[in-house]
């Protein structure tokens, strides 16, 4: 991935770390204010502390019935709350409850965004305690029908909006969210939500759910959290007509307008937020995703989960699933629908890892690797009309049409979807990539559920149960000729919640590739031999919080190693600094 990044930005190394990128804070003090004088003041932030009403209304701090007789006395509580004095864990059972008795998994997403919204603490202990119920609640794939409908459900606003409308005054709207110490920021454009396109503002979703699994999988803070959404308008035509859109109501702004705006809020963040502020790009479309990271891979702290982090993902199932299907990286053939910035990324981490195994030049390790967009197989003889991130793989092969003649042409051992289309990994597809192998890899990548390339009973029953299957999306066990099989889910939040952890805990300055394979196997370690009975690719939800210390532990050692940490010393354990760095949602007894 580095190497196609290097190529873009004309070979110049995420490692360079040139006095450009981090004199000063690392920009130039655009806004002037560093020339404040007397004449020209500069507000001071104040804090405050809640009691009585405004506690019970500040999700932070607030802990309902859970607030003891003492603490009601002290902080002016005495008849806001009703006699009773409960415990957190019997909040928590009577909010599991109420969840389990709505149908729509709609009202489950609503109804634990509004308890984020009441107590916070509650929220995430809720979360924590039942992930693999609440995760496809709050994320993949109820967040994209939320984005979809973001208008009509909107309560109160959970992150920062920068429209073209504060285009000169980024680092204000900035300085107006109240949290000082920002460690990680989740940003979108909402050009290319999940599989469904172009949803503008309210995409907001995304970085809302993405932040809330940074701090229940991987231990940051909320209150370090930032959702930012970046709204430059929409094409979605459905969107501006409808009277309930919360974003601007004009056609999406491109080129010269659109760099000048992320480039300001780029350079506004370094200089309110410092040069260790990780910034996640979620979401954009193909053609901005790979100029971003590209552009500010050298200068910030900067991650494409798209890209990278569905790629560190893929790669630890791939890893794990060799046990299951034998041989090593280099023995088998890869198979790509999908060429845009998932599929891309996943090809080129999967041929840096064997690369890496074999010594053998990256270059070679590609040709293992190929891949089928709309118009066929991507061959040499296409590359003069191909976009740049799909050119590395373009190998020499007549052209073949659609996927099946790609699978007859190419005989993979694994097949992976990236293509955000549902259903195109057929019957045909797979009862001819079974015919050709024992055991199948076979990844359906596309999230939401809908757009998914295939299902598991699809996987399991056409392959007569011997496809190794993964998803994006979650499906439930399924049972063929008496055997329970139990599908893996590729799922991005096993990798980047631990991965902004790592970086946060080795005060890192930049991302690089072997970080991404640091993470690969610190999770493809993870898998047990009882994991693997059931067929599974990836370790339980239930142990994802060990899961993510031990990839931030990974991240971290390879941020040292590379000499772009800058938390001095190096702490010696790294997995139990990691563990003690991790936020915990259990109440705190006030004085």
Request: hydrophobic content about 40%.
């Amino acid at each position: 991935m580095e190497s196609t990044m290097k190529e873009m930005r004309g070979g110049e190394s995420v490692l360079d770390l040139s006095p450009r990128a981090t004199v000063g804070g690392g920009v130039e003090d655009v806004y002037g204010e560093d020339c404040a004088t007397e004449d020209q003041l500069v507000t001071p932030w104040t804090y405050s502390v809640a009691s009585g009403y405004s506690l019970l209304r500040d999700p932070h701090h607030n802990k309902g019935l859970a607030f003891t007789e003492t603490e009601r006395d002290s902080h002016y509580l005495r008849g806001l709350l009703p006699p009773a004095v409960a415990t957190q864990q019997l909040q928590e059972k009577k909010l599991m409850d109420n969840i389990r008795k709505y149908q729509v998994p709609l009202q489950k997403y609503m109804t634990m965004m509004e308890l984020q919204e009441r107590n916070e603490r509650l929220f995430y202990k809720l979360l924590i305690d039942n992930v693999e119920e609440l995760l496809p609640v709050v994320y993949t794939p109820t967040v994209g029908e939320a984005c979809q409908k973001y208008g009509s459900i909107f309560r109160r606003p959970q992150g920062l909006y920068i429209s073209l409308k504060e285009k000169g005054k980024v680092l204000d709207v900035l300085k107006n969210w109240p949290e000082r110490s920002i460690q990680v920021i989740v940003v979108t454009d909402g050009e290319r939500i999940l599989g469904l396109g172009d949803l503008g503002c309210q995409g907001m979703g995304i970085p809302v759910g993405k932040l809330s699994l940074y701090t229940a999988l991987g231990g940051v803070r909320p209150s370090a959290c930032l959702p930012v959404t970046i709204d430059v308008g929409t094409n979605n035509e459905e969107s501006l007509k409808d009277e309930f859109y919360i974003g601007l109501r004009q056609r999406r702004a491109t080129g010269q307008e659109y760099a000048d705006l992320l480039h300001e809020f780029m350079s506004a963040v370094k200089q309110n937020y410092g040069e260790k502020v990780l910034i996640q790009f979620e979401d954009f479309a193909n053609h901005n995703a790979f100029t971003l990271l590209a552009k500010y891979g050298t200068t910030h702290l900067v991650f494409n989960d798209d890209i990278q982090g569905t790629a560190s993902v893929v790669l630890a199932g791939v890893v794990a699933a060799l046990k299951l299907i034998g041989g090593t990286l280099a023995d088998h053939r890869f198979l790509f629908l999908g060429a845009g910035e998932a599929g891309t990324g996943i090809a080129e981490l999967i041929a840096l890892e064997m690369s890496k195994q074999t010594k053998i030049p990256l270059e070679e390790t590609r040709k293992k690797i190929w891949l089928v967009d709309s118009k066929g197989l991507i061959v040499s003889s296409r590359k003069d009309s191909l976009q740049h991130f799909k050119k590395p793989w373009a190998h020499d092969h007549e052209p073949v049409k659609d996927l099946l003649g790609a699978i007859k042409a190419i005989k993979p051992t694994v097949l992976i979807g990236s293509s955000g289309v549902g259903r195109t990994f057929t019957k045909e597809i797979i009862e001819t990539v079974a015919s050709l192998n024992e055991k199948p890899l076979i990844m359906a990548l596309s999230n939401p559920t809908s757009q998914s390339e295939c299902t598991a009973e699809e996987a399991y029953t056409w392959s007569q149960g011997r496809a190794i299957f993964a998803s994006g999306s979650p499906f439930d066990p399924f049972e063929y000729k008496g055997k329970v099989f139990v599908p893996g889910q590729a799922n991005n939040a096993y990798i980047f919640p631990g991965f902004g952890l790592g970086l946060v805990i080795s005060g890192a300055i930049r991302v690089h590739d072997d970080m991404l394979l640091a993470a690969s196997e610190a999770l493809a370690n993870q898998v047990s031999e009882e994991n693997y009975d059931k067929g599974l690719i990836y370790p339980p939800f239930t142990n994802i919080r060990k899961i993510s210390a031990n990839i931030a532990a990974n991240v971290a050692a390879k941020a040292y190693e590379l000499g772009v940490a800058t938390r001095l010393p190096r702490p010696a354990n790294l997995v139990k600094y990691a563990e003690s760095c991790m936020y915990s949602p259990v109440y705190r007894s006030y004085r």
